[in-house]
Nanobody, 115 residues
């Protein structure tokens, strides 16, 4: 089992920055794909970014503004978000996919961007 705990959410003004962190426990996740998803009010959960051995991938809506990174020594994945927009308001979820394709999710952290 993998437990994921996100942190770093909060209220920020448009144009501001926030960094989200997700710490994994229970297993060493250095070989796992790690990513971030979000669910805006009234919308389906959507992909934001992920990081794997092959590189990183981003949703078009966040390219150039968000950066995903990981620190395997700390079992942690980060999402640096710059130039935030009101449409970035959502609950952000950390996701890990194990080597045997099991999905693990964090509890989510609320991010609110005011205009």
């Amino acid at each position: 089992q993998v437990q994921l705990v996100e942190s770093g959410g909060g209220l920020v003004q448009a144009g501001g920055s926030l960094r989200l962190s997700c710490v994994a426990s229970g297993r060493t996740i250095s070989s796992y794909a790690m990513g971030w998803f979000r669910r805006a009010p009234g919308k389906e959960r959507e992909f934001v970014a992920d990081i794997q051995w092959s590189g990183t991938d981003y949703a078009d809506s966040v390219k150039g503004r968000f950066t995903i990174s990981r620190d395997n020594a700390k079992n942690t994945v980060y999402l640096q978000r710059n130039n935030l927009k009101p449409e970035d308001t959502a609950v952000y979820y950390c996701n890990v996919v194990s080597d045997d394709d099991v999905d693990y999710w964090g509890q989510g952290t609320q991010v609110t961007v005011s205009s």
